[in-house]
């Protein structure tokens, strides 16, 4: 069965830099979320996104956007890179409306790291 | 404030014997858990999870069992096996419109053959 794709992979940025993550939910999936997950830490919830209409924030950076596109797939947009902001970065999806929407399934990740 | 704890960071089992790794949150508005299952340089691969009006729930080796007047969970694995060696993280959500996970911190199982 198709997962969540992510990319790119792994990403290496200069302090000040920009970066776009993205991400492809599981097929008819419309719900995207974005977690940062910093070395030794539990994942921590950033934003997401239902029908393209932000549905919920946590503790995103001013420095960060996201958006969700017509055809449900999301982008994670990092300007000014900090050093601290090196992490994994993972999209979980879900499908709104069923007895499933609870069950979050995550792709692979992108790893940054800020030099 | 960590809503969801797991306060051991590691065990480890033998094979074919049970794997009990706990977890413990605070905020009594949760209605939803979920357990992962996380290799190094991979995303959570969800294993099981539990409405808040349940208090057990099975599926193959895997079984939930959640005890809301503790606030206390916990994910039984039998037989465990050397496979199932990987950091398993607790999550919860909250009732209502939001969606998000609050994670535990982990605990890293280990089966030893």
């Known amino acids: 069965a198709a997962g969540v794709i992510q990319s790119p992979r792994h990403l290496i940025k200069e302090k000040r830099e920009t970066a776009t993550l993205k991400c492809y939910p599981i097929p008819r999936h419309d719900t995207v979320y974005w977690y940062q997950q910093g070395p030794g830490q539990d994942p921590q919830f950033l934003i997401s996104f239902y029908e393209k209409m932000q549905s919920d924030k946590g503790s995103i950076p001013d420095r960060f956007s996201a958006q969700q596109f017509s055809d449900y797939h999301s982008e994670l947009n990092m300007s000014s890179l900090e050093l601290g902001d090196s992490a994994l970065y993972f999209c979980?999806?879900?499908?709104?409306?069923?007895?499933?929407?609870?069950?979050?399934?995550f792709g692979p990740g992108t790893r940054l790291t800020v030099l | 404030d960590q809503q969801v704890k797991q306060n051991s960071p590691s065990l480890s089992v033998q094979e074919g014997r049970i794997s009990i790794l706990n977890c413990d949150y605070t905020?009594?508005?949760?209605?939803?858990f979920l357990w992962y299952k996380k290799y190094p340089a991979e995303g959570p691969t969800f294993l099981i999870s539990?409405?808040?009006?349940?208090d057990k729930n099975e599926d193959g080796r895997f079984t939930v069992f959640l005890n809301k007047s503790a606030k206390h969970l916990s994910l039984h694995i039998v037989p465990s096996q050397p496979g199932d060696s990987a950091v398993y993280f607790c999550?919860?959500?909250?009732?209502?419109?939001?969606?998000?996970?609050?994670f535990g911190t982990g605990t890293l199982l280990a089966v030893q053959p």
């Open positions: 905020n009594s508005m949760f209605d939803y």
């Open positions: 979980a999806s879900s499908l709104a409306g069923t007895p499933l929407y609870n069950e979050q399934f």
């Open positions: 539990i409405s808040s009006i349940k």
């Open positions: 999550a919860a959500k909250r009732g209502g419109a939001t969606n998000k996970l609050i």
